[in-house]
């Protein structure tokens, strides 16, 4: 057996307790401690996976070469950069940060100690999307929707940065730069904007409807492409992908129908598993702060759409009561 990395989690919340799990499951990490600010929790999970409950971010960093953040994000770039400038490589979870400005710090923060930095956009290992990734040749339309039941978890962000990130981080690895974005978005339960809906236009001139919501009847988690002769369907629930080829296209077409292979792995254990690669090899996670940064951005720009269609509509709404 290879020599394991030494690995640490800070902030066991729900998201962080996952990465404990994970870890503790993984043949080349040895989970050396947990950090929170609540000490209680971190002790429970800390016994619950046999590992120490840690008291401090320098405890962490005399113990660990490597460490998942998952405080709440408006506590990312802090914690993030903190533990970068200490020596340790880090996956960040999504978003990366709380503005671009704090993203940007990361980033610098990485390049400047020569640490790894990887942002926590789980559904990048998706089985059903690694496999889709590699036939992608020019797609030119795609149909995303990111539906789910009514939780109380993440009602401090809006929909935007809660789910539709991972579908536009993907997006963007899949076509490339976005040149247009017309967004609508609508708070129905929160104060945050909890369904929108996003038209994105590419610099290849291809084009994507992404749809997420957090106050649906059903879950619902797929995206679907298209490009000459070919479909593709990806379910991220499922973990699959159908292929539908036009084998002869025609007034008489004949279809082909291909479910790719797929590794049958955990996202997020493929994504642990790809960190610990990233810091032994020192090369470039398939999910750097570069790319984390450009999809809090697009994101940014949706958020920005949103904003504006808001301010139409109630122009438009108080309009006509202005008249009478």
């Known amino acids: 057996m290879s020599e394991r990395t030494r690995v640490a989690v800070v902030g066991v919340g729900d998201f962080g307790r996952n990465h404990v799990r994970v870890y503790a499951g993984l043949e080349n990490a040895e989970l050396v401690g947990v950090y929170d600010t609540d000490r209680g929790k971190a002790e429970a999970v800390a016994k619950e996976f046999g590992t120490a409950a840690l008291e401090s971010l320098d405890a962490v960093a005399e113990r660990a070469q490597a460490a998942t953040v998952a405080v709440p994000t408006v506590e990312h770039a802090r914690v993030g950069v903190a533990l970068l400038e200490r020596g340790l490589d880090v996956l960040v979870e999504k978003p990366m940060a709380r503005t671009l400005a704090e993203a940007d710090d990361l980033v610098s923060a990485a390049a400047l100690g020569g640490r790894i930095l990887q942002i926590g956009h789980v559904e990048r290992f998706n089985p ?139 996202p997020l254990r493929g994504e642990l598993r790809a960190f610990l690669e990233s810091v032994r090899t020192r090369r470039t996670p398939t999910v750097d702060g570069v790319a984390g940064r450009n999809a809090l951005e697009l994101a940014d720009r949706v958020m920005a759409s949103i904003r504006e269609h808001a301010r139409t509509v109630r122009l438009h709404s108080e309009t006509p009561q202005a008249a009478l």
Do not use: C, W
Not at 142 to 171: C, K, N, P, Q, W
Not at 191 to 219: C, P, Q, Y
Not at 221 to 241: C, G, N, W
């Open 128 to 266: 059903a999307v690694v496999a889709a990734a590699g036939i992608v040749e020019r797609p030119l339309f795609f149909e995303v929707h990111r539906l789910g039941v009514f939780t109380a978890r993440s009602l401090d962000v809006d929909v935007v940065y809660d789910v539709m990130i991972h579908d536009l981080e993907i997006l963007l690895a899949l076509a490339g730069p976005v040149t247009e974005v017309k967004a609508v978005g609508i708070p129905v339960v929160t104060d945050k904007v909890d369904i929108a809906h996003a038209r994105l236009e590419f610099e290849t001139g291809a084009v994507a409807n992404v749809t997420a919501s957090r106050i649906s009847t059903e879950r619902v988690r797929k995206l679907r492409f298209f490009q000459r002769h070919e479909y593709v369907s990806i379910d991220y629930a499922r973990r699959d992908a159908l292929r539908i080829r036009v084998s002869q296209p025609g007034p008489e077409p004949r279809f082909e129908f291909d479910k790719l292979p797929v590794e049958a792995e955990e």
